[in-house]
T-cell receptor, first 114, second 113 residues
Framework: DAGVIQSPRHEVTEMGQEVTLRCKPISGHNSLFWYRQTMMRGLELLIYFNNNVPIDDSGMPEDRFSAKMPNASFSTLKIQPSEPRDSAVYFC????????????FGPGTRLLVL | GENVEQHPSTLSVQEGDSAVIKCTYSDSASNYFPWYKQELGKRPQLIIDIRSNVGEKKDQRIAVTLNKTAKHFSLHITETQPEDSAVYFCAPKGAGGSYIPTFGRGTSLIVHP
């Protein structure tokens, strides 16, 4: 298995632009998590899905952030409009809840909003 | 939600020394206790975990111990090496059927050669 795949790996954009981050979880996993990591705030859980259904989005900062999981093999995290304070590394992770609880992280997307 | 604290936030040791990082949590029903390692510029990866029916688990130079009564678990690294330098996170699982991980703020371990 290729592991969790994220794209793009790096994104530089200007304030006000829309940003879409993509994630492909490990095949067979039933849960997917989006995290944001910054020096100031550490590793924050933004939202997680179980069987493609959003379960907890209390970590989503504000309405500018949205996430979808249209099927078991794909998820997106969208920021519209982006702001400089959104600059961070965004990780996607997947796991097989109820059987093995290890979280497998993707390589992350390093986002810089100018 | 679960309140998680890690101590210390930074740990500096000499190569060959031992290192211990402690994680305290608030949910007495927590039943899964993992440690993740994140090297600079890389993703977090699980290095060891323990469940609530076990008090200690070892894997070569690393071990995890659990004290459910006191609600804390610790990561022990013996004979530290420069490649152990990284940020270590605990992420105890809260109660209930859904797993909402709460990651600690991380401990930066620096091993000086």
């Amino acid at each position: 298995d290729a592991g969790v795949i994220q794209s793009p790996r790096h994104e530089v954009t200007e304030m006000g632009q829309e940003v879409t981050l993509r994630c492909k979880p490990i095949s067979g996993h039933n849960s997917l998590f989006w995290y944001r990591q910054t020096m100031m705030r550490g590793l924050e859980l933004l939202i997680y899905f179980n069987n493609n259904v959003p379960i907890d989005d209390s970590g989503m900062p504000e309405d500018r952030f949205s996430a979808k999981m249209p099927n078991a093999s794909f998820s997106t995290l969208k920021i519209q409009p982006s702001e400089p304070r959104d600059s961070a590394v965004y990780f996607c992770a997947s796991s097989f809840l109820g059987f093995q609880e290890t979280q497998y992280f993707g390589p992350g997307t390093r986002l810089l909003v100018l | 939600g679960e309140n998680v604290e890690q101590h210390p936030s930074t740990l500096s040791v000499q190569e060959g020394d031992s290192a211990v990082i402690k994680c305290t949590y608030s949910d007495s029903a927590s039943n899964y206790f993992p440690w993740y390692k994140q090297e600079l510029g890389k993703r977090p990866q699980l290095i060891i975990d323990i469940r609530s029916n076990v008090g200690e688990k070892k894997d070569q130079r690393i071990a995890v111990t659990l004290n459910k009564t006191a609600k804390h678990f610790s990561l022990h690294i013996t004979e530290t090496q420069p490649e152990d330098s990284a940020v270590y996170f605990c992420a105890p699982k809260g109660a209930g059927g859904s797993y909402i991980p709460t990651f600690g703020r991380g401990t930066s371990l620096i091993v000086h050669p």
